[in-house]
Every structure is written in structure tokens, then in C-alpha cells.
């Protein structure tokens, strides 16, 4: 029987090597796109997809894999800001996405709202992670306040969005904007994608202590299972009893003479 001393380094050791979550992030449409440009390159821990109607957008993106879909549809100049056709898009690229997440542990569609492409499909995606069982949350960008035409749109957006993911992070645009303060537009949108990155890297960090502490406490379990077994000396079984059939019959006629009886033979 193994000691606690021993017990506890191989449940240490196979705490850290059971519980390395595959993590991916996938940024459907423009906004989306850029904020998984901006993490291939500042995180080095994530997988990251790139997902666009715009294939001139989508050659821009570095990622570690770019999806262009609906080109049927679209012929790769994007969705025009119809959420409808972006849906469209990512259902009929369905297999091409699910091949792309199917080895994901924890995924996270980022995508901005209001457009056509990222409002349209990242709830697909979503979807699609879902179906793979894989731990799914969704971040979505509201577009700015002046932005009144695209406001409605990006509600309805959420909205499905959060159909198919609970675990639904909205971020407003004006807000983060005024995080940047004085800086300029470009500046400010680095700082939304590095407040994102951040983001996602904490809810990481998180899920990952969760899961490993949730892996530990399983394996040491199981070792103390393994411990009660070999400690539990089972008790023997009373030796039973032979008992001797005897025939209530007076006479008995053998099919062979007694003569011939064969002799019982032991080993």
C-alpha cells in the first residue's frame, strides 16, 4: 500500500498533466477579427480563429485558422450588414467550423454587434461549440451611442447570442472608449483589444484553476478508494459443507455389475 507521501506526488503529477485545456478563440466578422489578430500575437496559449464574409478583410488577419465563408454567397466582399446573410454564411460552413473547434475545451466567440457577418454568425459558431460540449462563452461588442442605426440591430444580435450562450459578455464600445481617454482612435481600439485579451487570459486562468482543482480532488479520491480496497482484508469464507445424496430407494439395479464399478480416482 502506497504512503500519503507517495499518494499525494501522483496525484500532483497527474493533476498537471491531466487538466491542460485546449483553449480557442474565434472572432467572427471585422471587430471580431481584429481582436484575434491582436491575441495570436500577444497569447501564446490560445488557438485563434478568424472568421469572415470579407475575404480582403480576412487576408489581413493573422490567426492560427481563417475561415471565409458563404464565397457562394457573397463572393467574398462580405455581408453587406445583413445579420441574415452572415447567419446564412456560417450555417453553410457548418462542417468547416466544427472540424476547426472539435478538439476545443473552452471556446469564446468574440464578435462585434450590429454588422453583418459578426452579428450573423458568431451565434452559429456558438452554436456549434455548444454541440462539441466544449465550455462556450460569448463576448459582444456593442457598437458606440452615435452608431443609432446599427443600435437595434446589435440588440437583436445579443439576443441570440445569448440564446445558444448563457455565459454572454456584453462590452460597450463608449465605455471602453473612454478607458483610452485622450488617445487616438487607433490607440483607443488597441485598448479595447488588449482589455479584451486580458479578459479572456483572467477567465482562463480561472476556469483552468477550477478544472485542475476539480481533476485533483477526483484523482485523490480515487487513490483513497484504491487504499480502502487493498486495506480491507476481506474474511474468509466458511469451508461448505459436503452433503451426501443418498438414495431412499431399498433396491437399486446398476446399469453394469458391481464388479465393474469404476474406481474414484483423485488428483
Known sequence: MMNR??????????????????????????????IVHSIYWSNK???????????AKLEGVDAHKRILIGKDVTHGQGAGGFPEVGELCANMARGFIRDALKNSDIVFVVAGMGGGTGT?????VAEIANELNAVTFAIAINPFS??????EVAKQGIDRLRQQVERTIV???????????DSTVGESFAVIE??????????????????QEQIRIEVAEAFLDIDTVESAKPTRAPMAEILYAESTS???????PSKDIPEILSR
Open 45 to 55: 496559449n490560445v488557438e485563434t480563429i478568424a472568421v469572415n464574409t470579407d475575404e
Open 171 to 181: 462590452l460597450e464600445n463608449d465605455y471602453l472608449l473612454n478607458l483610452a481617454g
Open 5 to 34: 507521501t507517495e499518494n499525494e506526488q501522483i496525484v500532483a503529477a497527474l493533476s498537471r498533466d491531466l487538466i491542460e485545456p485546449r483553449i480557442t478563440v474565434v472572432g467572427c466578422g471585422g471587430a471580431g477579427n481584429n
Open 120 to 124: 450573423g454568425a458568431a451565434p452559429v
Open 146 to 151: 452615435y452608431e443609432g442605426s446599427r443600435q
Open 250 to 256: 431399498d433396491t437399486i439395479e446398476t446399469p453394469f
Open 194 to 211: 488588449r482589455f479584451i485579451n486580458k479578459l479572456i487570459g483572467s477567465l482562463n486562468a480561472r476556469i483552468s484553476r477550477e478544472l
